[in-house]
Structures are given as structure tokens and as C-alpha cells.
DNA sequence: CAGATTTGACCTAG
DNA sequence: CTAGGTCAAATCTG
């Protein structure tokens, strides 16, 4: 079964939008070219489980304003959620039919205390407070999900600054996760990005590194960022994105999916959970759970589709969006103009991450999945 | 072996 | 000329 994936050039992970402010414009992210639920006979049971998901986690959003600054008991609904989905994902997946994708064993054992990783944004004690906070459309979700929200800073609206391109650019600082193991790495973005470049900069105590969009060859996705570490914080990156991506990586394209089962995205988004490469990463474990949301809304209805999108990518960063509620949402998402592949339909299954960071097995699926846009000029 | 990273050389705006 | 940004060959890695 092939999704296919017309994309939008620089749309924004659907996540980020719901990190910022809940915006989230139904008509950019149609449904159509989503894969017909019709198709699937999903356990019935399964499918409870995943309404229960979403009604609780429907419930949890109308609490979230009185809740918000109970984070034992948002972490226990949440917990709730989590355990709703993870048990449609035993029944939708179960251990006795190994994934052939991902290539992995099941390993619904870490599931749950992955799900755990995500306390501690509930616990954090409030967003960037600023009003003026801007997000940059080019950041990937994960980033958002990864980083504390309370140490997350938006150092920068978008600017057009003196660089040599001009052209849009926005700095964040991103703070590396002390839990994480290396250190040396910020949280991922969700996007790929291939490192060209490292300078050591005048005045500047750490190197700074240069990356580019991974897909840069396939796609002509110009999107490039900066990183370096902060003087004075070295457990703190400075993150400055250049571009937009205008490639399908981070945010679908097509692909492949699991062949057999009745389970199909949703048990690819399972198997993120499961057999996450960087395992035990919140931010991985954020992303396949948005994943798990619209991969079981794709096989479910329309209607239920509609609230996966409305439930399945703000209940997390609404987190992140934090106490200020007020504040946080009016934080605004300049979403770029509608211009060509920008008005494409916009998939809700998120599987690229999947193809792109979870498996080393695709060799050159590239080459097959991308033809027409092979023009790769460097190694 | 393909793709990613490293790193010195090169380019260019100021 | 200098510093920041990019290129590309060499090297590494899975």
C-alpha cells in the first residue's frame, strides 16, 4: 500500500503549530489523499481503545486551563492517554507478529517507560513568557517537543538579517538534554540534516557547526541551520535556521508502507515507539506518539480524523504551550504563503521520520522512491 | 559500499 | 584583509 504525499513546501510540523498556540488551519492539512480507512478491518477492540485515547485526551484539553498548574494530575491523565493507545498498539500490533519494517523485534516493554519521559514537560513550570514569542516555521517538531519549554527561547523573530543570503532566519536556543547521554547533541529537530561545515568563530569559545537539509539533493531543500554552544552556557545551544525546508522529510512523503496487517500505520507508528534508534529519547517518543495519532486517525473515519488532528497534535505541546495561556497563544506561526507545493494537501501520516531515521535498511530507496528528482550534484 | 562527518582550502561581503 | 560561510576530498561508519 503506497501513501502518496503531495507536500507543502515549508508547512510547518503539525506539532510545532500546535507548540504555538494551537493554530492549525484544517484546510492546509486536508484529509484527502489520506489512506482509505476501507480497506482495513481493525480489531473493533482496538479501535475503543483508540476512541478512549482520543476522548481523554479530548477531556484533558477542556481541563487544561484549570489543570495547568497541576502537573501530578495532568501527568496521570496523560498517563491515561498514553495507556489507552499503548494498549491499542498491543492489540493492533501484537508481539506475537514482529514488525517486518524497523526492523526489529517488539519491544512494547519500553513503551510505557518511554511515556514516562514526558512528565517532565508537564512538570515544567511555564512557557517562554514573552508575548512577543515567535517560532520559527522551519523548525521541526521534534525540537519543540524535546526541549524543556521552560528553558526553550526564541532568541529572535524572524529576521532578515545582515547574512550574506539574506532571506528569513531565526534563532533559538535549545538547551541539550542532561538526560540524554550525549551531551554534545541538542535535542532533534526532526528534520536530517547533514553537517557541511564547522568554523571556529572569533571570540567564541566553541565551534560553530553548519548543517543542510539531508534531502538537499532530492529536493532542492535549501533549509540549513547553525548550531553553537553558548560561552556561557555550554549546555545550551544556539540554533539559527536558515530557510525553509522544501523537501518531504520530516513531514511525509511518500513511502511505503508496511505491506501486510491490518494494522498499518498504526502499527508503524508503534513500532516508532518501539524500536526507536535513539531510544528512550522524549523526543522521539513525542513524535511517534503524533505519529500514532494520525496513523490510527488514518484508518479510522473521517470525522475521527478531524478530531485525531485537533486532539492528536496539541495535547502534548499544549504542555509545552504552558501555563501562560494567554500569552502562549498568541504566539503566532508565520506559516509561509501559499505558493505552490505550499497548497498541496497536507498528509497527516508521518511516517518519513520512519524511512528517513529509523531504519538503515532503505540503501537507496531513495533513488527508487525519488526519481524524478535525483539530480544530486555532490557525494 | 553508500552516506555521513571531518577538516583544510577556498570564496566573498564588509 | 578578515571573519564567516561553503566546498570537496579524505575519512569514518554502519
Known amino acids: 500500500m503506497h501513501v502518496l504525499a503531495a507536500h507543502p513546501a515549508a508547512a510547518p510540523p503539525l506539532a510545532f503549530l500546535a507548540a504555538a498556540g494551537g493554530v492549525l488551519d484544517h484546510h492546509r492539512y486536508s484529509t484527502k489523499e489520506l489512506t482509505p480507512p476501507t480497506t482495513t478491518t481493525m480489531d473493533s477492540n482496538a479501535l475503543r481503545q483508540i476512541e478512549e ?23 496521570d491523565r496523560c498517563h491515561g492517554i498514553a495507556q489507552a493507545y499503548v494498549a491499542a498498539i498491543r492489540m ?25 519521559l514526558l512528565r ?14 515567535a517560532f520559527p516555521h522551519n523548525l521541526g517538531r521534534h525540537q519543540l517537543l524535546a526541549a524543556d519549554p521552560s528553558s526553550f527561547v526564541v532568541n529572535a523573530s524572524p529576521v532578515v538579517a545582515g547574512t550574506r543570503e539574506g532571506g528569513e532566519r531565526m534563532t533559538i536556543m535549545v538547551p541539550t538534554q542532561a538526560t540524554a547521554g550525549n551531551a554534545d547533541q541538542p535535542p532533534d529537530d526532526g528534520y536530517t540534516w547533514r553537517k557541511y561545515g564547522q568554523k571556529d568563530i572569533l571570540g567564541s569559545r566553541y565551534p560553530r557547526s553548519y548543517y543542510r537539509c539531508t534531502h538537499k539533493n532530492y529536493y532542492g531543500c535549501e533549509a540549513k541551520k547553525k548550531m553553537q554552544r553558548l560561552d556561557d552556557d555550554p549546555f545550551t545551544y544556539e540554533v539559527t535556521y536558515c530557510g525553509n525546508h522544501t523537501c518531504l522529510t520530516s513531514t511525509t ?3 511505503t508502507l508496511p505491506a501486510a496487517g491490518p494494522a498499518t500505520a498504526a502499527s508503524t507508528a508503534a513500532n516508532m515507539l518501539s524500536n526507536s534508534p535513539t531510544g528512550g529519547s522524549a523526543a522521539v517518543l513525542a513524535a511517534a506518539s503524533q505519529d500514532l495519532f494520525m496513523a490510527a486517525a488514518a484508518e479510522h473515519s473521517a470525522p475521527a480524523l478531524s478530531t485525531a488532528i485537533q486532539l492528536g497534535i496539541s495535547w502534548m505541546p499544549s504542555a509545552l504551550v504552558g501555563s501562560s495561556a494567554g ?26 521520520d520512519a524511512m528517513f531515521n529509523s531504519t538503515s535498511s532503505g540503501g537507496s530507496s531513495m533513488d527508487a522512491i525519488f526519481p524524478a528528482h535525483h539530480d544530486r550534484r555532490d557525494s
Open 53 to 75: 485515547g482520543f476522548r481523554l485526551a479530548r477531556e484533558l484539553m477542556e481541563e487544561l486551563p484549570a489543570a495547568q498548574n497541576e502537573p501530578a494530575y495532568l501527568a
Open 92 to 116: 493492533l500490533h501484537p508481539p506475537a507478529n514482529p514488525p517486518t519494517h524497523f526492523g526489529g523485534s517488539s519491544q512494547h516493554d519500553r513503551v510505557i517507560p518511554q511515556l514516562d
Open 120 to 133: 517532565p514537560f508537564l512538570s515544567a513550570p511555564s512557557a517562554p513568557s514573552s508575548s512577543s514569542t
Open 253 to 255: 512523503p511518500l513511502l
Open 327 to 352: 500569552e502562549g497563544s498568541s504566539a503566532q506561526v508565520n506559516v509561509p504563503a501559499a505558493s505552490g507545493r505550499d497548497t498541496a494537501e497536507y498528509p497527516v501520516m508521518d511516517l518519513a
